[in-house]
C-alpha cells in the first residue's frame, strides 16, 4: 500500500518559469492538502481539496499559485512565473474522507529551488 | 486565529538524556493536538496525539499531555538516543470552519550525541 508520492523530489527553475509539482494520494484517500515550508519555519497551510473540487485555498497567494485535483490523476500545484522567494519543501497530505489530523499521511515533499 | 508556539532550538543533548519540548497553543473550541517528527529528507510523521483535555498521547517512549488550563502539549522522553535526532512540529486541528486545516508550530530541532 504505497503511501503519499509526491514528485520530483527537487526541482530547480529560473526565475519567471513554471513549476509543476505532483502529488498522487494513499490509496482510498479522495482529501488531498498542500502545505509549503520554508526555510527555517513551520508547515504552513496552502490549499485543500477534494476530486474536481476546491475546498479551501485561504492559504494560497492571490497570484501566480493554483492547485488542482482532477477526477482521474495526481493533484497539481501550480507556481507560474516563479520568483526567488517561492523557494521551499512542498509537503503534500492526504487524508480519507472527514479526515483528522491523525488521518492525514505525507508525502516527502517536493524541494523547490529557485536561481 | 489558531496559533502553535514552540520552544526556540536548537536543542542539543546527549544519548539517554531526558527530553522536554515546549509546545502552546491558541485556538478557538476544543482542537486536537499531535507531535509530527520529521526525519532528514523525509516528510512528516504523526508521533502521537490527544483529542481532549488531560488525555496523554504516547508513543516510542515519547508522551505528551493535553494541558487545556495553561493550553499546553510539552512533548517529553524520558531517555533519547541518537536515532530521535529530527524536528519536531507540534500541531493543532480546530476543526470546525478549519476543517481540513493543520496549525502548525516553527519546528524545534532535536541533536543527540553519542
Known amino acids: 500500500n504505497a503511501g503519499v508520492m509526491q514528485n520530483p523530489r527537487h526541482l530547480v527553475r529560473r526565475r519567471g518559469q513554471e513549476a509543476r509539482l505532483r502529488c498522487s494520494p494513499m490509496k482510498g484517500h479522495s482529501h488531498v492538502y498542500w502545505y509549503r515550508q520554508l526555510p527555517e519555519e513551520g508547515l504552513k497551510f496552502m490549499v485543500y481539496l477534494q476530486k474536481e473540487n476546491i475546498i479551501d485555498e485561504s492559504g494560497m497567494p492571490k497570484e501566480r499559485f493554483s492547485a488542482e485535483f482532477p477526477k482521474e490523476g495526481p493533484s497539481i500545484l501550480r507556481i507560474q512565473q516563479v520568483v526567488r522567494g517561492d523557494s521551499a519543501a512542498y509537503f503534500c497530505?492526504?487524508?480519507?474522507?472527514f479526515g483528522t489530523g491523525d488521518g492525514y499521511t505525507f508525502g516527502s515533499g517536493t524541494r523547490l529551488t529557485v536561481v | 486565529g489558531n496559533s502553535v508556539t514552540q520552544m526556540e532550538g536548537p536543542v542539543t543533548l546527549s544519548e539517554e538524556a531526558f527530553l522536554t519540548i515546549n509546545c502552546t497553543y491558541t485556538?478557538?473550541?476544543?482542537?486536537?493536538l499531535f507531535w509530527y517528527v520529521q526525519y532528514p529528507g523525509e516528510g512528516l510523521q504523526l508521533l502521537l496525539k490527544?483529542?481532549?483535555?488531560?488525555d496523554k498521547g504516547s508513543n516510542k517512549g515519547f508522551e505528551a499531555t493535553y494541558r487545556k488550563e495553561t493550553t499546553s502539549f510539552h512533548l517529553e522522553k524520558g531517555s533519547v538516543q541518537v536515532s530521535d535526532s529530527a524536528v519536531y512540529f507540534c500541531?493543532?486541528?480546530?476543526?470546525?470552519?478549519?476543517?481540513?486545516?493543520?496549525?502548525f508550530g516553527q519546528g524545534t530541532i532535536l541533536t543527540v550525541h553519542p
Open positions: 485556538a478557538t473550541g476544543y482542537p486536537s
Open positions: 500541531a493543532l486541528d480546530a476543526g470546525g470552519t478549519s476543517y481540513g486545516k493543520l496549525t
Open positions: 497530505a492526504s487524508s480519507p474522507p
Open positions: 490527544a483529542t481532549k483535555a488531560d
